[in-house]
Each structure stands twice: as structure tokens, then as C-alpha cells.
């Protein structure tokens, strides 16, 4: 039976004693013929759900791929487990192309890996209807949407896979899509009767952290030093010129630190995203053109140093943090700043009014997110529609902050921006307004004659970092916004009125003294891999240096050898025979053929 073969793959192949969540249902829905759009998070395994079916149906199974990075690491992990794969990109010359098809045309390929742009070629979909195709796979699907963060135009294209290939079962996977964007891919792709698979979004193993901004590289390198030293890492900047300047910053510390954006030459960013999959502890710092389908399971911390678009957006790029399912961190520093650039940047783009009302919910959905005195990991899930109790591993679970009624201290605010208005005609940026609350006589605030307003000075009892969370707290809740006028100045909304008539009260969030404090210098902690005792942490010490020569020969990433996780089991473990190892989760026949005695002789000797 194709479903019994299906577990007797797993273990086989992958090592695997058993299928994970919903990967069972959906690999037998596909080995029946049947379509599937399959939502699962970042490390849920979706692979395996077109994989396997391709090794048990007849034919080969077509998978479409948005980057050629990605199509060469599957590729790579999968010849290590003696499948059949190859690719077809733009990275190959014509003779290496050819003997990719001869492979395909002659039936001895279990998966082939395609981008988009090149499987609407005539010349590739004539190649495909000559063979036996298995299935379609549409990884990274969510790049058909348009209003998704990641829209590929390419993909609206392949709804012509239904109509050519009507008998072919079609699967297409994403990580992230809220119930709307879900609609769109299969509506898009033309999957509007395939059974829809919608696994947990939860990632209980990512550790999620947002801090106030104040002086946020210092911050992060306080961070990565205090509870990732030595760790892999990706950094999220939101310009080119971030990235280069916090790279170097990086590196001038001590902290190995590469840069990757748009503005880099393609071989440099391929070079760097190559030394970040296959060395150890490198950190990544770039703009939102990288990540996208990389598989290092091996990231200890993403982190975000500008505040990201919008929740679609987050979770995908903290996803890539601990695939492994090892305790790995998502930290987020943001500040008043943010708040002022994502309004401005968003009122000025050239969209049209739904794109901007799309976009402006987006960003009000990540700001609440910030802002929330509640468990973080709840607010992130309602927002793709799933429902949790307080997770216990946020910092908002951690270390709750405290809630307040800032009523007041919004009118006076609120007042100041009014007043300046109403009786000079002026606007003004943030900081200004508040050295007016304070009553700070600065040389514009004297010139300017403000300090003869009747709000000079009202907001004294309260320090200038409090009030900046006041004001972060009233963009985000759109009681204040940025003006039109290019320059980040500040003017009321008609949501304002009720405040300022004490019609609305407001319940605002104020960071605990100890909540400031760790996100200052978290205490030392140590890498939860190596958390291990001390005759087994010398044996993973071993076997990681092992696995890195064997990768290096085989010019591969390390954890397409072995992830860290298995390694840590079988040191953990410690077996003495070939079929005891056999037994550990991610060790397959292949690889316990190829590999056994090596591995076994490290167990027994691990010598460094």
C-alpha cells in the first residue's frame, strides 16, 4: 500500500519514526491525487509533505522554487539521503541544463526543483509534458499574493498548471498568510477545491522580546554578547545604509557580521548568504531581501533593529530563528522614531487608497503588538486567526509590564499640538513638543516665544523618555499623526477629540523598572545546545567538528550532514552499536550506512 510505503520512507530515508502534526494526512491526501494548500510554520517540516509523495508516486515530482539558494540546499540535503534531485536555474550553463532534462526525460529523477520564471518558459513546459510528473509543489506560495509582503509577479502565472496538467495533484505551502491571503493563493492558483491544511503558527521554542529603542546598536550587541556569543544570527535593518553601517559597527566589536541587500553585487550577496549557510556562528545583517526559503536550522536569534511592516512580515522573518526546534530569541528594538517614519512613509507612498488603507491596517496591527500588555505570542496568533492562553515565553509574560491611565497626560499632550496650531500656525516634530511639556527654555523654544504658551511646563512631573513612550503610544493608536508636509511634524486626528474632552480614557503601557533593566544587559545565559553535561558536551563538541570537515568535502552546509539537534541526542544517547544509533531521530539508512562507524568512533573517543 502508497500510504504504508509513506512511514516506511520516513524512517528509511529520513530517520524519522514518525510524521509530525498534520504532515501524515497531507502526505496521503497527495499520494491519493488530491490538491492541498498547506499552511505550517517555519520548521513544521513542509517539505516532507511534497518529498515523500514524490518518492511513492509514479513520475517526478515538479517542485517550484523562488530562489536558487534554496534549490541547491534541497537539492544538496536531499543527494545526502540518496535521493534523486536536481535543478534547473539560471546558475547552470547550457550543458549542465541538458543533462538535467536527459535525467528528467529518462525517468531516473524523484524531485526536480524549477523557478517560476523558468517553468513558464515554452521550452521547459514542453519538456514537462515529455515526462511523468508525480505532483506540482508550490513552495513559498504566499508569493502570489498582492498585498502580500513578498509578491512575486511571476507566480500569478502558474494557475496554468491546473489546465494543462488536470490529473497532476497540486500542493502549495507557505508559512504565513492570514484567512484573507489564504483565499487569494487559492484562488490565484487556481486551487479553489484543494483541501486546505492550516497547521498551529505557534513556534513555542522563539523566545519574543520587544525593547524601547536608546541607542539600539549598542543594544544588540549587548544582546547577541550576553545570550548569543558565537551564535548564527540575522539582523533586520530597514535601509541599505543600516545594514553596511551595522555590519561594520559589528565587526569593529568583535562580532563575525556580514552585510546583504539589494545594492550588493549578486555575486557578493551570493558569496555572503554561502559563508552564512555553511560556517558557524556568522551573523546576517540585512534588509527584507534576504531569508526568504533559507533552511539553516541552526539561527539562534533574529533580530529587528528598524520596526517591520507588518505582522505577515515579522513572523516570517522570526521564523527563521530556531528551526531546529531549539530555544532560539526574536528581539525587536523600537522607538518613537519608527512610529514617525512608517506613518510618513506610508502617507507618501504612491499607492492608491485601498493599498494604503491595506497597508496602514498592517502597520497598526504591529504597532498594537508593540504596544500590548498582554502576551505577545496571544496578540501574534489572533492576528492569523488562532487562539492561545498566555504562552510563558515572551517578555511580556516574563516581565509584565505595568498599565496606567495616561488620560491626562495625552490631553496635555494632545493640547500642546492643538495650541501650537490654533494660536501660531505651526507644527512641530516630537522632541520639540516635548521640551514644551517639560519646560526646557532651549534657544528655538526662547526664539520662538513657546514659552509663553499656557501648556509650558504641564508635563514637568514626567521624564522626556516617558513622554516619547506617550507619544509612541498615540501615533500608534492614531490619536496624533505625521503631517503631510515631508518634515515628520505632528498633528491631531478627529479620533483626538474624545481625549481631549475627556470622552475616552486611556489605558496606556508603561515598561516595568525590570523589564528596562534586562533589556539594557540580560544576564549571561548559556547556549541551550551546549546545555549538556560535561562528558556529552565532548562528544558534540567532537562530532561537530567531524561533521564540519565531512561538509567541507562534500561542499555542503554542515546541517545538511546532521542538524545540531541529532547531534546533541546521539551525544546525549551516547549508543554503542550501528542499529542503536539507527534508532535516533534524523539518523536514516543512508546516512547510517555512509556515516555509522565514523560516528560511533567518536562516541567512544571524542577526540577533539
Request: with cysteine; charged share 25%.
Amino acid at each position: 500500500m502508497p500510504k504504508s510505503e509513506a512511514l516506511e520512507i520516513l524512517r528509511r530515508v529520513f530517520g524519522y519514526e514518525s510524521f509530525r502534526g498534520e504532515q501524515q494526512d497531507i502526505v496521503e491526501h497527495v499520494i491519493d491525487g488530491g490538491d492541498a494548500l498547506v499552511l505550517m510554520p517555519t520548521g513544521g517540516g513542509k517539505s516532507m509533505c511534497y518529498q515523500i509523495p514524490s518518492l511513492v508516486r509514479e513520475g517526478t515530482g515538479i517542485v517550484v522554487s523562488p530562489l536558487i539558494a534554496l534549490m541547491q540546499d534541497q537539492v544538496d540535503a536531499l543527494t545526502e539521503l540518496g535521493v534523486s534531485a536536481a535543478y534547473l536555474n539560471s546558475s547552470q550553463d547550457w550543458r549542465e541544463a541538458r543533462a538535467v532534462e536527459q535525467r528528467f526525460l529518462a525517468g531516473e529523477l524523484d524531485l526536480l526543483y524549477v523557478a517560476p520564471e523558468r517553468l513558464l518558459t515554452e521550452r521547459c513546459l514542453d519538456l514537462l509534458s515529455r515526462g511523468r510528473l508525480a505532483l506540482f509543489a508550490i513552495d513559498e506560495a504566499h508569493c502570489v499574493s498582492q498585498w502580500g509582503h513578498d509578491f512575486r509577479p511571476e507566480y500569478l502565472g502558474l494557475s496554468m498548471l491546473q489546465e494543462r496538467w488536470p490529473q497532476v495533484p497540486r500542493i502549495a505551502l507557505t508559512a504565513t498568510a492570514t484567512e484573507e491571503t489564504r483565499r487569494e493563493i487559492a484562488q490565484r492558483l487556481a486551487l479553489t477545491d484543494a483541501r486546505h491544511f492550516v497547521s498551529s503558527f505557534d513556534r513555542p521554542n522563539i523566545r519574543y522580546r520587544i525593547v524601547e529603542k536608546d541607542d539600539v546598536r549598542r543594544q544588540l550587541l549587548a544582546m547577541i554578547r550576553a545570550e548569543h556569543e558565537g551564535e548564527a544570527g540575522i539582523v533586520y535593518c530597514l535601509s541599505r545604509a543600516r545594514v553596511e553601517e551595522t555590519a561594520d559597527f559589528l565587526c569593529r566589536q568583535g562580532v563575525q557580521a556580514l552585510p546583504y541587500h539589494a545594492g550588493l553585487s549578486q555575486a557578493v550577496r551570493a558569496e555572503n548568504q554561502s559563508r552564512f549557510l555553511r560556517e558557524d556562528g556568522l551573523v546576517m545583517v540585512a534588509t527584507i531581501a534576504f531569508g526568504m526559503g533559507i533552511d539553516k536550522p541552526d539561527v539562534r536569534f533574529v533580530a529587528h533593529i528598524d520596526l517591520p511592516k507588518s505582522i505577515e512580515g515579522y513572523y516570517q522573518e522570526t521564523g527563521r530563528a530556531g528551526r531546529d526546534g531549539m530555544p532560539a530569541s526574536a528581539w525587536l528594538a523600537y522607538g518613537l522614531q519608527d512610529v514617525v517614519q512608517q506613518r510618513r512613509m506610508l502617507e507618501e507612498s504612491p499607492g492608491d487608497e485601498t493599498f494604503k488603507r491595506r497597508q496602514g491596517a498592517n502597520l497598526d496591527a504591529m504597532l498594537s503588538l508593540c504596544e500590548t500588555v498582554s502576551c505577545r505570542r496571544q496578540q501574534l496568533l489572533a492576528y492569523f486567526g488562532q487562539r492561545i492562553g498566555p504562552c510563558g515565553n515572551c517578555d511580556t509574560c516574563l516581565e509584565p509590564p505595568e498599565s496606567w491611565d495616561g488620560t491626562v497626560a495625552a490631553q496635555k499632550l494632545l493640547s500642546t499640538i492643538y495650541r501650537l496650531w490654533r494660536e501660531r500656525g505651526q507644527r512641530y516634530g516630537a522632541g520639540h513638543i516635548i521640551d514644551i511639556l517639560r519646560g526646557k527654555r532651549s534657544e528655538k523654544i526662547t526664539q520662538q516665544q513657546h514659552d509663553t504658551l499656557s501648556v509650558f511646563g504641564v508635563g514637568a512631573d514626567l521624564s522626556d523618555k516617558a513622554w516619547r513612550s506617550i507619544m509612541r503610544q498615540l501615533l500608534a493608536q492614531g490619536l496624533v499623526m505625521t503631517d503631510a508636509d515631508g518634515y515628520g511634524t505632528l498633528a491631531l486626528t478627529e479620533a483626538s477629540r474624545a481625549v481631549l474632552k475627556g470622552e475616552r480614557q486611556l489605558m496606556l503601557r508603561r515598561e516595568s523598572e525590570k523589564a528596562a533593566r534586562s533589556s539594557r544587559a540580560s544576564a549571561k545565559a548559556r547556549p541551550a545546545l551546549l546545555d549538556l553535561p560535561p562528558e556529552a558536551l565532548k562528544v558534540f563538541e567532537a562530532l561537530r567538528a567531524w561533521r564540519a570537515e565531512i561538509a567541507r568535502h562534500h561542499g555542503v552546509p554542515a546541517y545538511v550532514i546532521f542538524h545540531d539537534a541529532t547531534l546533541r541526542e546521539i551525544a546525549l544517547q551516547a549508543p554503542e552499536s550501528l542499529e542503536e544509533l539507527g534508532q535516533i531521530s534524523g539518523v536514516g539508512s543512508r546516512k547510517l550506512e555512509a556515516y555509522g562507524e565514523e560516528i560511533l568512533q567518536r562516541v567512544l573517543q571524542p577526540v577533539l
